[in-house]
C-alpha cells in the first residue's frame, strides 16, 4: 500500500473527530469519505443525516451530490430539507456539522457565497449548520487564497468579528475545527490557533499558504498517520473510482 496522500491524511483527520454514536450531518465530498470512513472503522453506530433530508443512509460509493441515488441507499428516512435542518439541525440535536467553503478566515467564518467578483453556490444548509451545531469540522485544502484575515462575504458563521460576537447575534456557542492538508486550527470563542501539523509540514509552511499570522500551540502535535486498513478502506471501498482523489489515479 503506497504511502498515504496529502488529502487523504486530511480525511482521515476528520473521522477521527467523530464518535461512536454521533449524530452527525455532511454533504458530499471529503465530509462523506470521513463520516463513512469513521462508520467502518471506530464509530459503527455513527448515525449520518444529509441536508436533503436522507436519514442514517448506507452509503455506496461514491457520491457526487446530495441528491445522488447512491447516497440513499439503505436510508431510515428520504425525508426534505425541513425535517433535516428544521427538525434535526436547528433543535440542537445534532452533534457534530461537517462544512467546506471557499474561504475561511482567523474567526472561523466560512464564505461559500462571493469571492473576487463570482457569484458561488451559496450556503445550502451551511448557514444553519454553523449557527446550530455545537460543533463544526472544516474540511479543505490550505492555500493563502483560501484562508484571508476576513471573509469577502460571511455565509456561515464562526465568530463573527471576534470573541463574543457570537453571542452577541443570538447563537450557542461553537468549537471549530478546520482540519488541512497542512495542519489542524482549533477555536472557541477565539481566533483559530494552530494545534497541530499535518506529518512532513512545517510552521513555514502554514504561515506561507495563510492569509493572516495564525496563533500557535506552544507544544503543536503531529497528527498520527493513517493506518494500512484506513488507506485501504479509501481507496478500495469508499472511493475507489478516484472520485475525490484524482491524483490517485497518476500513481
Request: include cysteine; proline fraction near 7%.
Amino acid at each position: 500500500m503506497n504511502a498515504a496522500l496529502p488529502r487523504e491524511l486530511l480525511v482521515v483527520e476528520g473521522a477521527r473527530q467523530i464518535r461512536d454514536g454521533d449524530l452527525v450531518i455532511v454533504g458530499t465530498g471529503l465530509p462523506l469519505l470521513a463520516a463513512t470512513l469513521a462508520q467502518k472503522t471506530h464509530a459503527p453506530d455513527a448515525k449520518l443525516v444529509i441536508e436533503s433530508g436522507v436519514i442514517f443512509p448506507k452509503v455506496m460509493p461514491t457520491p457526487v451530490s446530495v441528491v445522488d441515488p447512491r447516497l440513499m441507499h439503505g436510508a431510515a428516512r428520504h425525508g426534505s430539507l425541513f425535517e433535516a435542518l428544521g427538525g434535526l439541525v436547528q433543535r440542537g440535536l445534532v452533534r457534530t456539522g461537517f462544512l467546506g467553503g471557499a474561504q475561511v478566515d482567523e474567526y472561523g467564518n466560512i464564505n461559500s457565497t462571493w469571492v473576487a467578483g463570482k457569484r458561488l453556490p451559496g450556503s445550502g444548509g451551511a448557514n444553519d449548520i454553523a449557527s446550530h451545531c455545537g460543533q463544526v469540522v472544516i474540511l479543505t485544502d490550505h492555500e493563502r487564497r483560501r484562508f484571508p484575515a476576513r471573509c469577502e462575504y460571511v455565509t456561515s458563521p464562526g465568530f463573527l468579528g471576534g470573541p463574543g460576537e457570537r453571542a452577541k447575534a443570538g447563537l450557542g456557542p461553537l468549537r471549530v475545527k478546520v482540519i488541512t492538508n497542512l495542519c489542524v486550527m482549533e477555536a472557541a470563542d477565539s481566533a483559530l490557533e494552530v494545534t497541530a501539523l499535518m506529518p512532513g509540514a512545517s510552521v513555514e509552511d502554514v504561515l506561507a499558504n495563510t492569509g493572516f499570522t495564525p496563533k500557535f500551540r506552544d507544544s503543536l502535535d503531529t497528527v498520527v498517520l493513517p493506518d494500512p486498513e484506513e488507506i485501504r478502506l479509501l481507496r478500495e471501498e469508499i472511493d475507489p473510482a478516484c472520485v475525490y482523489f484524482p491524483e490517485r489515479k497518476s500513481r
